[in-house]
């Protein structure tokens, strides 16, 4: 038993020498390849579209052609498990992706994406860009504005008209979602993307001026503007003079200012940013493509499922004016990144 003992010591220490060679062999390994590894892009500026028509460049232009030919033209598709589409970097920091239509597909992707170890977004700004409808008494087709609220269209209860009391609201909130169903944007950050993008000069059609005189309204027979408002987030793609009012209702139930565009995700996105980076970097730019009713002359139904020609048109022209607005704060925030990293810089009067 004497002459087992030693060898059996002898043996451990060996066994324990070899493993501790391997164990700091592969340490070292991992340390040569996080040396090699690249670092993760740091991102200033991520801009989110929703769908693009067929390809990034070259055919049609959707929500995201023409930021990635002004942005992305020249960079390299960076794939992101669980995301919808690829994102897209440039040198300078400003990175995008398709995310998907709709709140849980584009919410998904976004959450993908900020979670990346690829991409540092610590102090990234981020723009939800897209097409929506806007009320006749607020908007036209090919205004583009900024969200100062966004709102849940969909938390809360709803009922059938003919089960309430004639005229009276279909809808109330659910108590319980108030951080859920609706986000102030930073009032700083609106009012900074209002006053750099104002004035700048939009495009429009002969087409869609010619559908804008079907319409009553003032709003709606204007020329096409940059302004700011509420930005209405629905799965359901609400229509009609009834449901544009019960929009209004939820807006002011909300404390919110006046509802100007409808939309399909931008709430959701701001859930999900809320919870990783917080909100006060978040900005929402909606273009009008429709408007979220028909004239006093048409129906719903018949406003929603239209004749050969009976389009507003100005979709061309729409996505152009997003893309314009848009950049002119892109570009702002890159330039002078040293202002703005560290957060919204103060707005001078």
């Not at 040198?91 to 709140?103: I, P, T």
């Not at 010619?210 to 930005?231: E, I, K, M, N, S």
């Not at 917080?278 to 048409?298: K, W, Y």
Request: net charge neutral; with cysteine.
């Amino acid at each position: 038993m004497a002459s087992y003992l030693p060898r059996f010591s002898f043996g451990v220490l060996r066994a324990t020498a070899l493993a501790a060679a391997v164990l700091a062999a592969a340490a070292g390994g991992a340390h040569a390849q996080d040396a090699g590894a690249a670092k993760p892009v740091a991102v200033k500026v991520f801009v989110g579209a929703m769908f693009e028509i067929g390809k990034n460049t070259g055919d049609r232009a959707g929500e995201f052609q023409l930021w990635f030919e002004r942005y992305w033209k020249d960079a390299k598709p960076i794939t992101v498990p669980g995301a919808l589409n690829p994102v897209f970097c440039n040198a300078d920091g400003v990175c995008g992706s398709v995310l998907g239509m709709g709140k849980v597909n584009s919410s998904a992707s976004v959450q993908a994406i900020v979670l990346n170890p690829q991409f540092d977004f610590s102090k990234a700004y981020y723009v939800i860009s897209g097409v929506a409808g806007t009320p006749p008494s607020r908007g036209t087709i090919g205004d583009v504005t900024w969200g100062s609220w966004l709102v849940d269209y969909d938390l809360g209860h709803r009922w059938a008209p003919e089960e309430g009391k004639p005229g009276e609201p279909v809808f109330m909130p659910r108590k319980g979602y108030e951080n859920y169903r609706r986000f102030q944007l930073n009032p700083s950050l609106v009012q900074w993307a209002l006053r750099l993008s104002r004035d700048t000069q939009l495009q429009d059609s002969e087409s869609a001026r010619r559908y804008r005189l079907r319409y009553p309204d003032p709003q709606a027979r204007r020329a096409p503007h940059v302004g700011v408002g509420t930005h209405m987030t629905g799965d359901t793609f609400f229509h009609g003079p009834g449901l544009s009012k019960e929009a209004q209702y939820i807006a002011k139930s909300y404390g919110a200012d006046d509802y100007v565009a409808t939309e399909m995700e931008a709430a959701a996105i701001a859930l999900v940013l809320a919870r990783s980076h917080g909100t006060d970097r978040i900005m929402s730019l909606r273009g009008a493509v429709n408007f979220d009713q028909g004239n006093p002359n048409e129906t719903t139904l018949a406003h929603l499922d239209p004749a050969p020609g009976e389009t507003a048109g100005g979709f061309a022209e729409t996505v152009a004016n997003i893309t314009q607005v848009g950049s002119v704060v892109v570009d702002t925030i890159v330039r002078d990144w040293a202002s703005w990293q560290n957060g919204v810089p103060a707005l001078q009067q």
